[in-house]
């Protein structure tokens, strides 16, 4: 059973940043393609970014330019970096296997992302 533990989130006002972590508890993570997924309340999750097994990045037009994904494979970990950050990017932030795997593994806990002022 992967276990996924995402933190850095908290509250932030408009325009701020936040750098949220994902450590995925997976021998060989650096084979598998992640990606960031958040969902809002009331809303279905939706996909943030994603980063292959080697290192193509791909953004939601939402936050392209704003947001960055990254992995430090030795770490079995990936980063989003937010910026400019808006009151609509409030959401809880989860990682996992990206879109185009063939399955993914069990949510974690999540992290709460929330820009208000």
């Known amino acids: 059973q992967v276990q996924l533990v995402e933190s850095g989130g908290g509250l932030v006002q408009p325009g701020g940043s936040l750098s949220l972590s994902c450590t995925a508890s997976?021998?060989?993570?650096?084979?598998?393609?992640m990606a960031w997924y958040r969902q809002a309340p009331g809303k279905q999750r939706e996909l943030v970014a994603s980063?292959?097994?080697?290192?193509?990045?791909n953004y939601a037009d939402s936050v392209k330019g704003r947001f960055t994904i990254s992995r430090d494979n030795s770490k079995n970990t990936v980063f989003l970096q937010m910026s400019s950050l808006k009151p609509e990017d409030t959401a809880l932030y989860s990682c996992?296997?990206?879109?185009?795997?063939?399955?993914?593994?069990?949510w974690g806990q999540g992290t709460q992302v929330t820009v208000s002022s």
């Open positions: 996992n296997r990206a879109p185009e795997s063939t399955s993914r593994w069990s």
């Open positions: 997976v021998s060989g993570f650096s084979v598998y393609h």
């Open positions: 980063i292959t097994n080697g290192g193509k990045t």
